[in-house]
């Protein structure tokens, strides 16, 4: 008898090859006045996901933006490698239409997990802009590691030669370390929420995607194996955890403040801004130079907060701040009109600034010291926190919570059912850790 076997033919990651080139495009796009080395910041501005715009529907557009926008060269290359890696293989099993599903909800769930844990990862979080697909490519993660839990990586710390591991593993360390390094606040510019929420996201829409038909087992193929699953259960569990804290604390979340500064300096204006938490007593100084200068020193002086509702439209001082290094004291002279709001912080200050500028070398070393410096300052504070605790994170942590419990049972009794045929790429891929 004569058995004649039809070969599928395979698939070709068409969406993975689109995601990657609009990424690339948009990040030519927005960097080219900075030699592609970097976006500019007016980019920023435009396109990054803010928690505290929210509640602003005209701004939702940033949901969707923020997941094609990186912050400079290294940012989308390592993305776009980890695309290119884990999604060939993740599309070529799983289909055109539902791989572009499952990357564009692990992206907006991992914005939505941002937003959830602020009250975890610190209320400064409101006004820190974030971008790039890594929340996306996080849930793509998640689908690979559970379709080819057994696929070889070739897992690089450097200098150290390469050595060989499971993708299972390597994923499951990957996941743990951003919720880990989100619990302990490890780097403020890394959004490790938001790649936890992409992963957990990934997991529970990989399985309800797979089951829109009935499963077909994989012959001699085994998933996870008990341990790694305990250990991503566990791992899922401790994410479950903050977000059910993050749920219960949201209605706290207040006092968050962004300041708008305008200096002039030898008739050349400069604007920028700067952040302030009341509760956790924190501050982000601006990144231009003469608005830093001018923030530092109301920082310094103690006037950041005074008497609540305190105005004098005739507030003049003349003090000496101490920076808080070995840094030598300066002088600061200041006059105009000063003025608190309710809860005791500066809302505005419109007159002279006279202070001594300490300048510094490539290496953070002081160089010299300029003297009797003269700005015009003009500053304004709005306390942007307001309701979004109790009208946007408090909801958006309920749902984390929910689709965490759901990420966990698919773990625990369904991951098995995920399982895919392996895919020869033809090499094996350097990872580095």
Same mark, same amino acid.
């Given at each position: ?22 990424? %690339? ?48 060269? @290294?940012?989308?290359?390592?993305? @776009? ?20 599903v499952l990357y564009l909800?692990a992206g907006l769930g ?9 009250? %975890? ?20 993660? &998640? ?48 959004? /490790? ?5 992409? /992963? ?5 829409? #990989? ?22 699953? &305990? ?9 479950? &955890? ?7 604390? =949201? ?7 962004? #300041? ?76 105009? =009109? ?14 002279? @600034?006279?202070?001594? %500028? ?18 015009? !300052? ?11 605790? &109790? ?8 749902? =984390?919570?929910? !689709? ?18 392996? %895919? ?10």
């Amino acid at each position: 008898m004569r058995v004649i076997i039809l070969a599928r033919k395979r698939r070709r990651p068409y969406v993975t090859y689109l995601l990657i080139l609009v990424n %690339v495009i948009v990040y030519i796009l927005t960097s080219l006045q900075n030699s592609l080395l970097e976006t500019s910041s007016e980019w920023i501005d435009t396109l990054a996901y803010m928690p505290s715009l929210t509640g602003c529907p005209r701004e939702w557009y940033r949901f969707l933006s923020c997941m094609f926008t990186h912050a400079d060269f @290294m940012h989308i290359f390592f993305n @776009m490698y980890f695309l290119f890696i884990f999604g060939r293989e993740v599309e070529t099993r799983l289909g055109h239409l539902k791989y572009l599903v499952l990357y564009l909800l692990a992206g907006l769930g991992a914005t939505a997990f941002h937003t959830a844990f602020t009250p %975890v990862g610190g209320s400064i979080g409101l006004v820190i802009p974030t971008v790039g697909a890594s929340g996306a490519i996080s849930g793509i993660l &998640a689908s690979h590691m559970l379709m080819f839990p057994g696929r070889k990586l070739a897992a690089w710390i450097f200098p150290l030669p390469p050595v060989v591991i499971s993708s299972s593993y390597y994923l499951l360390i990957w996941f743990t370390m951003q919720v880990l390094y989100g619990y302990t606040r490890f780097e403020s510019g890394t959004a /490790f929420f938001a790649h936890a929420g992409g /992963f957990v996201v990934g997991i529970l829409v #990989l399985y309800l995607l797979r089951h829109a038909r009935k499963p077909r087992p994989e012959i001699g193929r085994t998933g996870l194996g008990a341990k790694p699953k &305990a250990i991503l259960g566990l791992v899922i569990v401790a994410l479950a &955890a903050g977000a059910v804290y993050s749920y219960f604390t =949201s209605k706290n979340l207040t006092g968050v403040y962004l #300041l708008s500064i305008h200096t002039i300096r030898n008739g050349h204006l400069t604007e920028d801004v700067a952040v302030y938490t009341m509760v956790e007593n924190k501050t982000v100084s601006p990144s231009s130079d003469d608005p830093r200068v001018v923030f530092n020193r109301i920082v310094w002086a103690g006037l950041l907060q005074y008497q609540p509702s305190y105005t004098n439209p005739d507030f003049e001082d003349s003090t000496t701040v101490f920076p808080p290094s070995l840094w030598p004291p300066l002088r600061l002279y200041m006059k105009g =009109s000063i003025s608190y709001d309710q809860l005791g912080v500066l809302q505005s200050f419109e007159g002279k @600034m006279i202070t001594d %500028v300490i300048l510094t070398d490539s290496y953070g070393r002081v160089r010299s010291v300029e003297k009797n410096v003269e700005y015009q !300052v003009s500053m304004n504070s709005e306390e942007v926190a307001g309701d979004l605790g &109790a009208k946007v994170v408090g909801p958006l942590a309920l749902l =984390s919570a929910v !689709v965490a419990v759901g990420a966990l049972i698919v773990t625990l009794t369904k991951s098995d059912e995920l399982l895919a045929r392996e %895919v020869y790429l033809g090499f094996r891929p350097l990872i580095p850790i």
